[in-house]
């Protein structure tokens, strides 16, 4: 993995998100406590290296923990470097649920999944595809993120209508 492509998805992240910050490993756990504020739900992370086991983040949440929640934490499968975008699956852990309904989003992306652009990205989310439904699954939901919900439908920008109004990204560089 390119240092100067974290470097360039960093920079290109943080001219729509709240922060975006760079860990590892060891250090996962203080940083991500310090951007989730409770009550917390999120989706199980796909990582060995990495979990939110020992946080404050309710990984089964109820319908009422959605309602009070203020973040959620989800893995992005995929970071585009050019445009600091993060690609969420729709896994059976509720990931895009929980990457939308709350106000504030914390996303933990491994420095490894970060793609130059969005041809690289398309190709690695064809290859997951047809590896999910040689395996009995479908594996093509997904939802891309440049930055918090946005819309202009009605005059002037308004951030955090369709979703969270807070983005916040952990970049974990030595999974």
């Known amino acids: 993995m390119s240092t100067d492509l974290v470097a360039q998805f960093t920079d290109s992240a943080l001219e729509t998100v709240d922060s975006c910050t760079r860990t590892n490993v060891d250090e996962f756990e203080a940083a991500l406590s310090e951007l989730v504020v409770d009550p917390a739900v999120g989706a199980p992370l796909p990582s060995d290296s990495v979990s939110l086991d020992g946080t404050t983040v309710d990984t089964e949440p109820s319908v009422e923990d959605f309602r009070t929640a203020e973040t959620g934490v989800v893995q992005a499968e995929a970071g585009v470097a050019n445009y600091g975008t993060i690609s969420i699956e729709s896994r059976s852990g509720g990931d895009e649920l929980v990457s939308l309904y709350p ?3 914390v996303v933990v992306l491994d420095a490894v999944d970060i793609v130059p652009d969005l041809k690289a990205a398309f190709d690695r989310f064809e290859a997951r595809v047809r590896d999910a439904r040689e395996n009995g699954g479908s594996g093509a939901s997904r939802v891309l993120a440049t930055g918090p919900s946005a819309t202009a439908d009605m005059g002037e920008l308004v951030e955090g209508v ?14």
């Open 162 to 175: 369709h979703g969270p109004k807070e983005v916040h990204i952990l970049v974990v560089d030595d999974r």
């Open 103 to 105: 106000p504030r989003h």
